[in-house]
Nanobody, 127 residues
Framework: QVQLVESGGGLVQAGGSLRLSCAAS????????VGWFRQAPGKEREFVAA????????AYADSVKGRFTISRENAKTMVYLIMNSLKPEDTAVYYC????????????????????WGQGTQVTVSS
């Protein structure tokens, strides 16, 4: 079992940037595909980005493509979400999630496929 902790959220003006971090406590993230999801008030939790075990494959929601970048450092048990050109509609609680995969190349966009979740970090973008 892996425990995930997100950090890096905060308040930023539209057009600004933030870097979210997802840390795994106690073990390496290398066996896990990792995804970022977000949930705005009154809305369902939605997929944002995912990265394969190898880091070589990524996937993004259309709404963040070209603005957000997901990356990982397996040796440091960290996954990052770099968010540029933030918009007010990006305001949400952001969660990282992990699931074991045998394939080093697979990415996962489906929320239901992730077994491990962090507590979330709030991102607020003001207009």
């Amino acid at each position: 079992q892996v425990q995930l902790v997100e950090s890096g959220g905060g308040l930023v003006q539209a057009g600004g940037s933030l870097r979210l971090s997802c840390a795994a406590s106690g073990r390496s993230l290398s066996p896990y595909v990792v995804g970022w999801f977000r949930q705005a008030p009154g809305k369902e939790r939605e997929f944002v980005a995912a990265i394969s075990r190898s880091g070589g494959n990524t996937a993004y929601a259309d709404s963040v493509k070209g603005r957000f970048t997901i990356s990982r450092e397996n040796a440091k048990t960290m996954v990052y979400l770099i968010m540029n050109s933030l918009k007010p509609e990006d305001t949400a609680v952001y969660y990282c999630a992990a699931d074991v995969r045998t394939s080093a190349l697979a990415v996962e966009t489906r929320r239901s496929e992730y077994d491990y979740w962090g507590q979330g970090t709030q991102v607020t973008v003001s207009s």
